[in-house]
């Protein structure tokens, strides 16, 4: 639109620029035309009596009879052996300067061309020629003068109106062009939107009801969508199977280690049961990072948090539980599983470090974070964490503390899985509570 806007600028422009141009110079030559021929007109009346200059010349004119119009005509005796003058009855019995023949010489054909203020201030283009009139050599200078005030308003007018109507059409034709553009790209808007909608999880497919050159286009789309959601598919089928295939050996090798007993039995155990935590966390990393770009799901997140909270508050019985949602209406872009997980593990850790109490906050994201997004704290009145240790707490398998039961892979797979979708994890001290606070930031869906 810019281009074009430029573009007919230019365009009208020079179009004025030439017209008015060729205007002016036409009406100049046809100006000095009706000079000339008033002058002819003028030579053709006049003739010589008795020594003197008499003739009633009639160039067909009525600004040539009224007083000071600026058009006027004059015929002077040049020669010694002519008497008398004769002037138009515009010029009212006054006469106008020339200048010499050596500023203004006669040109080819006796004749010269030049300027002189008028009598009512305006500007003069006068034609002059001196001519032999009898046998006797008797010379009379023939003038006639036109009004060029009166002609450079006549052009000036034509060029206003010229540059009136040129801005009239070109700004019409600017926002024709401007509607015929916007109108011909609103199916490919449709399709942005179209795409937005299968992204927030909204539609599966792109309409294809469009124009006949951008339905292949939506129909290729649609395509891909479809084949990505294949291979989706085909992705979580065969990650449950891998799921279950290792379900069973992993079940033998935790029922063998309560046969075996002691130490060594212990240490199977244990190990099995990591084992079944990190088969678990590369699933779901897999699952998340396969749905990711693709397809985006949405979860309200009041009910699922709900939900959790319940669960908490009936594991940790002696714990004052609160719940605080700022965002009833907040919508998770991403599936719920993922949100129960990240939610769940950072309860759980405020359930087995927290003293009295616990608190959930649910909020908008602040400006410093992504757009779309919304903020999940977890806080607790327990130690809290050093700030050396916060790297160490996202370490996947490390754990600060031994006495409590656990394999350190819970805010090692909230940190991964939070990451996965865009988001941030931040550990810090809660200032309400005095212990640790785990804050989330995950993307909203669209409405």
């Keep these: 639109m810019l281009f074009s806007t430029l573009w007919t600028i230019?365009?009208?422009?020079?179009?004025?620029?030439?017209?008015?141009?060729?205007?002016?110079?036409?009406?100049?030559?046809?100006?000095?035309?009706?000079?000339?021929?008033?002058?002819?007109?003028?030579?053709?009346?006049?003739?010589v009596n008795d020594g003197t200059l008499v003739g009633r010349p009639d160039p067909g004119e009525v600004r040539y009879s009224s007083p000071f119009s600026?058009?006027?005509?004059?015929?002077?005796?040049v020669a010694d052996n002519l008497k008398g003058s004769l002037r138009s009855i515009s010029l009212?019995?006054?006469?106008?300067?020339?200048?010499?023949t050596l500023m203004v010489?006669?040109?080819?054909?006796?004749?010269?061309?030049?300027?002189?203020?008028?009598?009512?201030?305006?500007?003069?283009?006068?034609?002059?020629?001196?001519?032999?009139?009898?046998?006797?050599?008797?010379?009379?200078?023939?003038?006639?003068?036109?009004?060029?005030?009166?002609?450079?308003?006549?052009?000036?007018?034509?060029?206003?109106t010229l540059y009136f109507y040129l801005g009239v059409f070109g700004i019409a034709g600017t926002l024709i062009n401007a509607a015929v553009i916007l109108f011909g790209l609103r199916p490919l808007d449709r399709v942005r939107r179209s795409l937005?909608?299968?992204?927030?999880?909204?539609?599966?497919?792109?309409?294809?009801?469009?124009?006949?050159?951008?339905?292949?286009?939506?129909?290729?789309?649609?395509?891909?969508?479809?084949?990505?959601?294949?291979?989706?598919?085909?992705?979580?089928?065969?990650?449950?199977?891998?799921?279950?295939?290792?379900?069973?050996?992993?079940s033998v090798l935790a029922n063998e280690s309560r046969t075996i007993g002691g130490a060594k039995g212990k240490i199977v155990a244990e190990q099995s049961a990591a084992m079944q935590v990190q088969i678990q966390h590369y699933l779901q990393r897999a699952r998340v990072a396969a749905q990711r770009d693709s397809v985006v799901f949405r979860a309200s997140v009041t009910p699922i948090l709900a939900r959790l909270v319940r669960v908490t508050a009936k594991l940790n019985p002696g714990m004052d539980m609160r719940?605080?949602?700022?965002?009833?209406?907040?919508?998770?872009?991403?599936?719920?599983?993922d949100l129960e997980e990240i939610v769940g593990n950072l309860l759980e850790n405020a359930g087995k470090w927290g003293r009295s109490a616990i608190r959930l906050t649910v909020s908008a994201a602040g400006p410093e974070t992504m757009d779309n997004a919304f903020d999940i704290s977890v806080e607790d009145d327990g130690p809290g964490l050093a700030p050396g240790q916060i790297?160490?707490?996202?370490?996947?398998?490390?754990?600060?503390?031994?006495?409590?039961?656990g394999t350190g892979l819970g805010l090692s797979i909230v940190h991964?899985?939070?990451?996965?979708?865009?988001?941030?994890?931040?550990?810090?001290?809660?200032?309400?509570?005095?212990?640790?606070?785990?804050?989330?930031?995950?993307?909203?869906?669209?409405?």
């Design 10 to 47: 230019v365009s009208f422009v020079a179009i004025a620029t030439i017209i008015s141009a060729l205007y002016g110079e036409a009406r100049q030559h046809s100006f000095q035309q009706l000079l000339s021929a008033h002058l002819f007109s003028v030579i053709a009346s006049v003739s």
């Design 70 to 77: 600026g058009w006027y005509w004059s015929v002077d005796p």
């Design 92 to 100: 009212g019995g006054k006469s106008i300067d020339s200048p010499s």
């Design 105 to 160: 010489p006669f040109d080819t054909s006796f004749q010269r061309s030049y300027t002189e203020p008028g009598l009512k201030g305006e500007q003069l283009s006068i034609v002059e020629t001196e001519v032999v009139l009898d046998a006797e050599n008797r010379v009379a200078r023939f003038r006639v003068m036109g009004n060029l005030s009166e002609l450079e308003g006549e052009i000036a007018d034509f060029r206003n």
């Design 196 to 250: 937005a909608d299968i992204r927030e999880g909204k539609v599966s497919r792109l309409d294809e009801d469009l124009p006949i050159e951008i339905a292949p286009l939506a129909r290729e789309m649609n395509a891909l969508i479809e084949n990505n959601r294949r291979i989706m598919e085909r992705s979580r089928t065969q990650v449950g199977n891998l799921a279950h295939s290792l379900k069973t050996p992993l």
């Design 323 to 337: 719940f605080d949602n700022r965002m009833p209406d907040a919508v998770f872009a991403g599936e719920q599983e």
């Design 391 to 405: 790297k160490d707490a996202l370490t996947r398998g490390k754990r600060l503390d031994e006495s409590k039961p």
């Design 416 to 447: 991964d899985t939070v990451r996965e979708y865009g988001g941030t994890l931040r550990l810090e001290r809660s200032e309400d509570l005095g212990g640790l606070r785990a804050r989330i930031t995950l993307p909203v869906a669209g409405d």
